[in-house]
């Protein structure tokens, strides 16, 4: 393959980690945010505690700043049955499978935010040009944004 193909190619690629990196201050302050909410809100699914949807604007901001990242303002179709998922959920603490099947989509979310960050992050601050063999993180942007 040609460089001039390989160029065309990967212009996608490049055009995203440029979006990143012009959005690494706002994806850093998230990072420290969801770093912080991140065991409270773990020790709150486990305690079923109601504090739990406490966690929602974090993920909602989250997804967001995601979007505004995307060349095409979409996010993977997983992601965004994963949001739904969570918006939907109804608090239901009849008993105790109930209050897990209310709040699991929730806290799934939040971890899938924080590894999504910490790759946007890490990409950001490590990646200088789109990688031809991307590692398994970059991929999962990649992916995360239609890109793969």
Same mark, same amino acid.
């Given at each position: ?5 390989? =160029?065309?190619?990967? %212009?996608?690629? $490049?055009?995203? /980690?440029? !979006? ?6 706002? /994806?850093?302050? #998230?990072?420290?945010?969801?770093? @912080?909410?991140?065991? /409270?809100? #773990? ?7 109601? %504090?739990?949807? !406490?966690?929602?604007?974090?993920? =909602?901001? *989250?997804?967001?700043?995601? !979007? $505004?990242?995307?060349?095409?303002? @979409?996010? *993977?179709?997983?992601? %965004? ?5 969570? +918006? %939907? ?12 099947? +209310? ?10 935010? !924080?590894?999504?960050? $910490? @790759? ?5 601050? @490590?990646? =200088?040009? *789109?990688? $031809?063999?991307?590692? +398994?993180?970059?991929? *999962?942007? /990649? ?6």
């Amino acid at each position: 393959m040609s460089t001039e193909i390989f =160029e065309l190619c990967n %212009e996608p690629h $490049d055009a995203l /980690l440029a !979006r990143v990196k012009a959005n690494l201050p706002a /994806l850093e302050a #998230l990072q420290r945010e969801v770093g @912080e909410a991140e065991p /409270l809100g #773990l020790m709150r699914f486990y305690n079923s505690r109601m %504090e739990v949807y !406490r966690l929602w604007p974090l993920v =909602e901001r *989250a997804a967001a700043l995601f !979007r $505004d990242i995307s060349p095409s303002g @979409e996010l *993977a179709l997983q992601f %965004e049955i994963m949001v739904q998922g969570a +918006a %939907e959920a109804r608090l239901d603490r009849r008993t105790p499978r109930a209050w897990i099947m +209310a709040t699991l989509p929730l806290v799934t979310l939040l971890h899938h935010c !924080r590894a999504l960050i $910490d @790759e946007h992050v890490r990409a950001g601050r @490590e990646i =200088e040009r *789109a990688p $031809d063999v991307p590692s +398994a993180g970059w991929a *999962a942007l /990649l992916g995360l944004y239609g890109l793969s």
